[in-house]
């Protein structure tokens, strides 16, 4: 399975990277594949922490990729890291071994300490909707026009009908970076 997660990570002098990212949970093993260059990757490879957090906010997810990343953190409570204040829950994670790739190496990390700090009470279309749009964000560049077109078309049928104000705001900052993307991608030809 994999969970649509904000991974939280620290570099040795504690300075915290945020990033969206898909992990795949095996019984009760966590793998983050990050792709090569990233943060995510030289800090886990650093400290050999990371933190899950579950959140249901999707201005974060949309924000990590649009250049929105100042959201208020607490310490973590048993390894060297921090946690969205944000996050309904949180998995604190130690690194157990590396699968090396060129591209997206395996790392494979055990949970050490799980908080729930309030309930889930579920996505709207709107927000999925958000969390899909983020994915075809961080995908520009290595997907076709048309396919993002598409995807974003079927997309906002339920955005529209269900977005509230936070929504909104995510969706306008993707938007945006999806039009500043493909406005420099044409004036680059």
Not at 54 to 74: K, M, N, S
Not at 108 to 124: E, I
Not at 159 to 175: I, S, V
């Amino acid at each position: 399975m994999i969970q649509e997660v904000i991974i939280t990570t620290v570099n040795p002098q504690g300075v915290c990277h945020i990033a969206p990212m898909g992990v795949h949970v095996e019984a009760d093993q966590y793998i983050i594949l990050p792709f090569k260059p990233s943060t995510t990757l030289e800090n886990m490879l650093a400290t050999g922490h990371a933190v899950i957090n579950y959140c249901d906010d999707v201005r974060i997810f949309a924000g990590c990729l649009t250049g929105h990343r100042d959201w208020p953190l607490l310490s973590a409570e048993t390894i060297p890291g921090q946690y969205l204040s944000a996050a309904l829950a949180h998995s604190e994670l130690s690194l157990e071994r590396v699968e090396d790739d060129q591209i997206r190496p395996r790392l494979f990390c055990r949970r050490l300490h799980t908080v729930s700090h309030r309930p889930f009470q579920g996505f709207n279309r709107a927000q999925y909707a958000v969390l899909e749009a983020a994915i075809l964000v961080s995908r520009l560049g290595r997907l076709p026009w048309q396919k993002i077109d598409s995807e974003l078309a079927y997309l906002r049928i339920g955005f529209e009908k269900t977005a509230g104000p936070q929504e909104h705001e995510a969706w306008g900052w993707l938007m945006q970076t999806i039009d500043h993307y493909r406005a420099h991608e044409v004036s680059d030809v």
